[in-house]
C-alpha cells in the first residue's frame, strides 16, 4: 500500500501563486509515476502534471507554461507550483502514484481561485 497526503492548497486571487505538496509512505519502491489531477465541480477528474521515475514530465494544455510538477526524492514528495493562478483552476486537487500497475491516491486538496 501506499498512503499520499496532500496539502498547500487555499484560497488565492487570480494572478496568484500556490505550491502544493503531496509525500508519499509505504511501500514507496517500485512507483513509477505520480501525478497531480484535478476535479472541478460536475467535470470529470483531469490529468494536471504528471512525472515518471525517470524524471519525463507532461502536462495539460490548460497549464503548460504556468505550472510546474517536481519532485525530491529524498523527502518522498512530489511539487506542483502554480503560477498565475485562474478561476478556472478553481477545482480538487490529487495527488496519484502510479505503483506496479496499481493507482493510488491522496484525499485531495482545495485550490479555489477568486476572480
Known amino acids: 500500500q501506499v498512503q499520499l497526503v496532500e496539502s498547500g492548497g487555499g484560497l488565492v486571487q487570480a494572478g496568484g501563486s500556490l505550491r502544493l505538496s503531496c509525500v508519499a509512505s509505504?511501500?514507496?519502491?517500485?512507483?513509477?509515476?505520480m501525478g497531480w489531477y484535478r476535479q472541478a465541480p460536475g467535470k470529470q477528474r483531469e490529468l494536471v502534471a504528471r512525472?515518471?521515475?525517470?524524471?519525463?514530465?507532461n502536462y495539460a494544455d490548460s497549464v503548460k507554461g504556468r505550472f510546474t510538477i517536481s519532485r525530491d526524492n529524498a523527502k518522498n514528495t512530489v511539487y506542483l507550483q502554480m503560477n498565475s493562478l485562474k478561476p478556472e483552476d478553481t477545482a480538487l486537487y490529487y495527488c496519484?502514484?502510479?505503483?506496479?500497475?496499481?493507482?493510488?491516491w491522496g484525499q485531495g486538496t482545495q485550490v479555489t481561485v477568486s476572480s
Open positions: 496519484k502514484a502510479e505503483r506496479l500497475g496499481q493507482p493510488y
Open positions: 509505504g511501500r514507496i519502491s517500485s512507483i513509477n509515476a
Open positions: 512525472i515518471t521515475s525517470g524524471g519525463s514530465t
